[in-house]
């Protein structure tokens, strides 16, 4: 009986993991729809609706992906957002990942070089305001294509 409780619980965790990878792993994955529902959107998505399923970093990593998304317009019209960018995404370095090898040295310098990224753009004068903007999500890609690739394609559409 108690080996059978065991199995039991061994077999829901790894279910678990399983569902929770598929949002880097795999490009249907869960990241990927529920992004797609956020370009349709971008103001009513709920980030705290899977607080519990989700780590630290993927909760940094919604929250970025639906700032920039709310904002794509203004900037694209020439506009400046009222976020302190740099300073919200700040802890990226050090945030929880779901994976540990979404972590290390590596990943510390990747997530540095972005948010040195995310301030040339959010300091740039108007005349290199998109180029930086754009130079910015390409660093999110540079970093996915190293460690998450399913939302590669939802994180291009924010390109201007
Ligand atoms: C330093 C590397 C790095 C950078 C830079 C980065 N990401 Fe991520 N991103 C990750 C990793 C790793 C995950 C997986 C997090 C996890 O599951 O814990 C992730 C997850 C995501 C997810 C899925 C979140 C979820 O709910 O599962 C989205 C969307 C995302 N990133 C968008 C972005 C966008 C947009 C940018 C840039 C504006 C960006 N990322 C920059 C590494 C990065």
Not at 46 to 72: C, G, H, Q, V, W
Not at 104 to 121: C, E
Request: charged share 25%; with cysteine; aromatic share 6%.
């Amino acid at each position: 009986m108690k080996t059978k409780n065991t199995l039991a619980i061994v077999l829901i965790l790894s279910i678990s993991t399983a569902v929770l990878q598929q949002s880097c792993n795999s490009e249907n994955g869960e990241a990927k729809t529920e992004s797609q529902n956020s370009v349709e959107t971008p103001n009513k998505v709920d980030i705290t609706r899977f607080p519990n399923d989700r780590s630290e970093l993927a909760l940094l990593m919604r929250k970025l992906y639906d700032d920039l998304k709310a904002n794509r317009k203004l900037i694209s019209e020439g506009g400046k957002s009222e976020i302190d960018w740099s300073e919200e995404f700040k802890s990226m370095p050090y945030a929880t990942p779901t994976e540990n090898k979404n972590s290390g040295p590596v990943f510390t310098s990747f997530a540095n070089k972005y948010l040195l990224d995310l301030r040339s753009f959010q300091n740039a004068p108007d005349s290199s305001h998109i180029s930086t903007y754009n130079s910015m999500i390409q660093s999110c890609l540079d970093c996915h294509a190293e460690y998450c690739r399913g939302p590669m394609e939802t994180i291009g559409k924010l390109k201007i």
